[in-house]
């Protein structure tokens, strides 16, 4: 029976956000959603009907034997087939769009939906258009108990979350496959991405041109700074950015001293998701980001004007909080209200289709990662 307990919804909600900014993230969600309503299988896919096939596909649950099945019989599902019976962001038990007596007489079911456990549906719609669907399905085998009101709650509680995470996952997964060794080169601050053993395994110009002045150091091909006390925080970043599991993997952001005496350095400890793996193997790697606070920004702010439709004054917030400043200190530096500011950060969040500053700052850091200098106007 489900916990609809406002903990577990929480829980659950964390889960669905992680997941909008980080492909490891689904199948954790989805194992968390089959333990917590009892299910046999958990599938969760987005596509474009027009084009065939899927975009994304996650399961968890399924026996190992199925999965090549899945191919042919997924554009036989005679649940799929009838999603237009769905509304976006709401949930639906199988039932509902079409009867077990009806289901049970159809191939899919006694070839595939049957033997594999997915006797029982209960699913919740994200967006269901003529160009993107996106769903999130709970299954039960032929043996096990209906669905019931409980769960559908759940689900139905979930949708509208769901929905808005399948669309911050396909934004952030476009803004961020661009990013590669050659296109680290057109970025105006340094960039270091580092694998699972701590190694360097790309440096672009700028980051090299900032070892040369000993602003970071490069040493036996490990990133290090030249203070001891700022060392000891880029070791706890980076091994918290590496961590294992995609809900415990976090970006941060920490100042570091320059020898010069030139403004401390701002610098990103983000996660790579999956997808921006072109370069190197291993279970996970991260990008450190070096931002002189010194430098003209106009090339990011651009960037995120290009990629998100944000105001002039939007950008301005944007990279500021990019860079860790509050909204107190952004709106005493622009010399307007702190109302006026919130006002700019709801537009933000709308624009991005994101609902909280962290995922925020997290797709505003992918999206810097292919920045380019501005066309000519």
Same mark, same amino acid.
């Given at each position: 029976?489900v916990r609809?307990?406002?903990?577990r919804?929480s829980?659950l909600?964390?889960?669905?956000?992680d997941?909008?900014?980080?492909?490891e993230?689904?199948?954790?969600l989805l194992?968390?959603l089959?333990?917590?309503?009892?299910?046999?299988?958990?599938?969760?896919?987005?596509?474009?009907?027009r084009?065939?096939? %899927?975009?994304?596909l996650?399961?968890?649950?399924l +026996?190992?034997e199925?999965f090549?099945q899945?191919?042919y019989?997924?554009?036989?599902?005679?649940? $799929?087939?009838?999603?237009?019976? %769905?509304?976006?962001?709401?949930?639906?038990?199988g039932e509902?769009?079409?009867?077990?007596r009806?289901l049970?007489r159809?191939?899919v079911?006694a $070839?595939?939906?049957r033997?594999?456990g997915m006797?029982?549906?209960c699913c919740?719609?994200g967006?269901?258009? &003529?160009e993107?669907?996106e769903l999130?399905s709970l299954?039960r085998?032929?043996?096990?108990?209906?669905f019931?009101?409980?769960?559908?709650?759940?689900m139905?509680?979930l949708?509208?979350?769901?929905?808005r995470a399948f669309?911050?996952?396909?934004?952030?997964?476009?803004?961020?496959e661009?990013?590669?060794?050659?296109?680290?080169?057109?970025?105006?601050?340094?960039a270091?991405i580092i $694998?699972?053993?701590?190694?360097?395994r790309?440096?672009?110009k700028? +980051?090299?041109?900032?070892?040369?002045?000993?602003d970071?150091?490069?040493?036996?091909?490990e &990133?290090?700074?030249?203070?001891?006390?700022d060392q000891?925080?880029?070791?706890a970043?980076?091994?918290?950015?590496?961590?294992?599991?995609?809900t415990?993997?976090?970006a941060?952001?920490?100042a570091?001293?320059? #020898?010069s005496?030139?403004? #401390?350095?701002?610098?990103?400890?983000?996660p790579l998701?999956?997808?921006e793996?072109?370069?190197?193997?291993g279970p996970?790697?991260?990008a450190v980001l070096?931002?002189?606070p010194?430098k #003209?920004? $106009?090339?990011?702010?651009?960037?995120?004007?290009?990629a998100f439709?944000?105001? #002039?004054?939007?950008?301005?917030l944007a990279?500021?909080?990019?860079?860790?400043?509050?909204?107190?200190e952004?709106?005493?530096a622009q010399?307007v209200?702190?109302q006026?500011?919130?006002?700019q950060?709801?537009?933000?969040?709308?624009?991005?289709d994101?609902?909280?500053?962290p995922?925020?700052?997290?797709? &505003?850091?992918?999206?810097?990662?292919?920045?380019?200098?501005p066309?000519p106007?």
């Open positions: 029976m609809a307990s406002e903990d919804l829980s909600l964390d889960l669905v956000y997941a909008s900014t980080d492909p993230g689904w199948p954790l194992d968390s089959r333990k917590a309503t009892a299910s046999h299988v958990a599938v969760a896919y987005s596509k474009d009907p084009r065939g096939g %899927v975009d994304h996650w399961v968890d649950g +026996g190992a199925f090549p899945m191919p019989y997924m554009p036989k599902d005679e649940w $799929d087939r009838r999603r237009h019976l %769905v509304p976006e962001a709401s949930a639906v038990l509902a769009v079409i009867s077990n009806e049970s159809k191939e079911y $070839d595939f939906l033997p594999a006797a029982r549906l919740a719609m967006r269901n258009r &003529l993107r669907v999130v299954f085998r032929e043996c096990d108990a209906e019931g009101a409980d769960e559908l709650r759940l139905d509680a949708a509208p979350h769901l929905k669309r911050i996952f396909e934004r952030f997964s476009n803004v961020t661009m990013l590669s060794a050659d296109t680290l080169d057109l970025l105006s601050f340094g270091f $694998d699972a053993t701590r190694k360097v790309v440096v672009n700028a +980051g090299e041109a900032l070892a040369r002045r000993g970071l150091l490069l040493r036996r091909g &990133l290090r700074t030249a203070l001891h006390a000891i925080a880029l070791e970043a980076v091994a918290q950015a590496l961590a294992p599991s995609a415990d993997a976090r941060a952001l920490i570091v001293q320059r #020898p005496g030139a403004p #401390p350095l701002r610098v990103w400890i983000v998701p999956v997808r793996r072109s370069y190197a193997t996970r790697h991260l070096a931002v002189e010194d #003209p920004v $106009d090339a990011l702010l651009h960037q995120m004007r290009s439709g944000f105001s #002039p004054a939007e950008a301005r990279l500021a909080l990019a860079n860790g400043r509050t909204l107190e952004h709106a005493a010399d209200t702190l006026t500011v919130r006002t950060l709801q537009s933000i969040f709308n624009k991005s994101t609902g909280r500053q995922e925020l700052v997290r797709l &505003l850091m992918a999206a810097l990662a292919p920045v380019a200098p066309r106007s």
